[in-house]
Structure formats: structure tokens, C-alpha cells
Nanobody, 119 residues
Framework: QVHLVESGGGLVQAGGSLRLSCAAS????????MSWFRQAPGKEREFVAS????????TYTDSVKGRFTISRDNAKSTVYLQMNSLKPEDTAVYYC????????????WGQGTQVTVSS
């Protein structure tokens, strides 16, 4: 059984930083892409960033480029999202998700962690 558990969310002032962690268990294959999504109240779920387990190839949505960094520690089976220069519009529940790299749909999702950025 695959489990993704996010942590590291909290309340931070604008301009501050947070590091989110996603601990993955039950992923027996390295052929996965790990991603962060976020969803604010009343808004659609939004893709934030992704990284492949094998080569560490990364992708970011334009709104976070230069501020957020996704990384992975294969030995710890953990994916991180370092968030710097946070803005109030970054406020959302952040979700970790996993999919086979060759597929489009995400098969596994975590419970989410709340990030609140005050102005």
C-alpha cells in the first residue's frame, strides 16, 4: 500500500520561508514522478512542481519559478518543496502526489498540509 505523508506547513509572514516534506512509502519502483499541488479555498487544484525519482528532472509552474525548489532524497524516499519569498497568494493546502512517469494521471495523493502566508 502506498502512503504519502506531507509535513512542514504552517503560518508564515509574507517574504518568509517554509520547507514542505513528503514521506513516501510503498513505492517499489523508481519510475515515478513526484509532484506538489496546491488548492486554495474556492479555487481549482493547481500544479506547483514535480521531480522525477530517477534523474531528478524538475518542472515548475511559472508563478513559483525562482522562489520554490523541489528536490528528492532517494535514500529517504522523501520529496521536499523549499518555498522562499512566500506571498499571500501562496496560501493553500499543499498536496504531494505520485504518478508513473510514463502516465499522465496521478495515482497516489497525500492528505495535504496547510500553508498560510499572512500579509
Amino acid at each position: 500500500q502506498v502512503h504519502l505523508v506531507e509535513s512542514g506547513g504552517g503560518l508564515v509572514q509574507a517574504g518568509g520561508s517554509l520547507r514542505l516534506s513528503c514521506a513516501a512509502s510503498g513505492l517499489t519502483s523508481s519510475r515515478y514522478t513526484m509532484s506538489w499541488f496546491r488548492q486554495a479555498p474556492g479555487k481549482e487544484r493547481e500544479f506547483v512542481a514535480s521531480v522525477t525519482w530517477s534523474l531528478g528532472l524538475t518542472t515548475y509552474t511559472d508563478s513559483v519559478k525562482g522562489r520554490f525548489t523541489i528536490s528528492r532524497d532517494n535514500a529517504k524516499s522523501t520529496v521536499y518543496l523549499q518555498m522562499n519569498s512566500l506571498k499571500p497568494e501562496d496560501t493553500a493546502v499543499y498536496y504531494c502526489a505520485a504518478r508513473y512517469t510514463v502516465q499522465k494521471d496521478y495515482a497516489y495523493w497525500g492528505q495535504g498540509t496547510q500553508v498560510t502566508v499572512s500579509s
